[in-house]
């Protein structure tokens, strides 16, 4: 799976705080809770909320760099996921001809999930261009 370049310099108390689990922030506790163990996306999950928590902090208020930067980290991020979705949902320790309908299955919440990170993450970075517009970052 894939990591960030800085993901061995974070504390495992740093991750697990950045971590909220597979879905969307505003969805409830306990709906995430089911979407991590329905998907078997979690790992995914942890490693596409540190990146979002890490790119939050590149903003700078008046300036518009950081925001393009912002905007930058979190299509990366997203794109990522998508690959460490891919990754789990075919499964690289087995062979491919193994399983192939619950790796369909596996597959079609993978592109499911990203696509929610994708509206998602337009949406946060709209949020973010709208607080520092108004001098609020």
């Known amino acids: 799976m894939?990591?960030?370049?800085?993901?061995?310099?974070?504390?495992?108390?740093?991750?697990?705080?950045a971590d909220n689990g597979c879905g969307l922030a505003?969805?409830?506790p306990l709906l995430r809770k089911f979407a991590d163990l329905y998907s078997g996306f979690k790992a995914p999950a942890a490693v596409h909320d540190v990146e979002w928590t890490m790119a939050a902090r590149?903003?700078?208020?008046?300036d518009s760099e950081s925001?393009?930067?912002?905007?930058?980290?979190?299509?990366?991020?997203?794109?990522?996921?998508y690959r460490n979705c891919r990754?789990?949902?075919?499964?690289?320790s087995t062979p491919l001809w193994r399983h192939p309908l619950k790796r369909f299955r596996r597959w079609r919440v993978a592109c499911r999930f990203y696509r929610y990170v994708q509206i998602?993450?337009?949406?946060?970075?709209l949020a973010m261009r709208r607080?520092?517009?108004?001098?609020?970052?």
Do not use: C, M
């Open 2 to 17: 894939e990591v960030p370049d800085y993901w061995d310099s974070l504390s495992p108390e740093f991750i697990q705080a």
């Open 26 to 28: 505003s969805w409830p």
């Open 58 to 62: 590149v903003v700078q208020f008046g």
């Open 67 to 81: 925001l393009d930067r912002y905007a930058e980290l979190i299509h990366e991020s997203n794109r990522r996921f």
């Open 87 to 92: 990754t789990v949902a075919v499964g690289v």
């Open 120 to 125: 998602g993450g337009a949406a946060a970075i």
């Open 131 to 137: 607080k520092h517009d108004r001098g609020n970052v």
